[in-house]
């Protein structure tokens, strides 16, 4: 009679084991690629009062390069099942700290994107939403000498923000 138990229990579990599917994805996406095959990542004008101009290509670059590199979804530029559009709203700088002398010490930069995303296939995940970003750099470093690596910064966290807000669903 315990044998018989043990074989059941242990059929039990073989059949629960086999019923389970487990889905793991490294990179953190959460997409049904039987119904999600495409994303279209529109650029990004800057509409803002302070303007670099490498800005624009820089996080169109980042953005595409992000969802092509971590999903499998192609990137399109228009009509595909997800859609992103939207503008850099923000580009400012700041003094951050004042050092003894009465001079600024840091400089704070940040910068601001507004998302427009739409997903064709489940529009109750549809958004409207700006994302920031802010780097510091020492005051007695010229804007010019920093801005580009202090750019590449902002624009990798405010796109893993956006990966995270549209497919990784965290």
Request: proline share 1%; glycine share 4%; hydrophobic share 40%.
């Amino acid at each position: 009679m315990n044998k018989r138990y043990k074989y059941l229990s242990l059929l039990l579990m073989c059949l629960f084991f086999v019923g389970c599917k487990v889905s793991i994805s490294l990179n953190g996406s959460s997409i049904d690629y039987t119904k999600t095959k495409s994303i279209a990542v529109e650029k990004f004008p800057i509409r803002c009062a302070y303007v670099w101009a490498p800005m624009e290509s820089m996080f169109y670059t980042s953005l595409s390069d992000a969802y092509a590199n971590k999903t499998k979804l192609q990137v399109l530029q228009r009509g595909g099942d997800l859609q992103l559009s939207g503008e850099i709203t923000e580009y400012s700088q700041l003094n951050k700290s004042i050092s003894s002398d009465g001079y600024s010490a840091q400089t704070q930069l940040k910068m601001t994107v507004n998302v427009r995303f739409t997903n064709n296939v489940k529009h109750d995940e549809d958004f409207e939403r700006s994302f920031s970003a802010t780097a510091e750099y020492d005051s007695s470093l010229q804007l010019n000498a920093v801005q580009e690596e202090l750019v590449q910064q902002m624009i990798n966290d405010i796109v893993d923000q956006i990966f995270n807000a549209t497919v990784a669903n965290w």
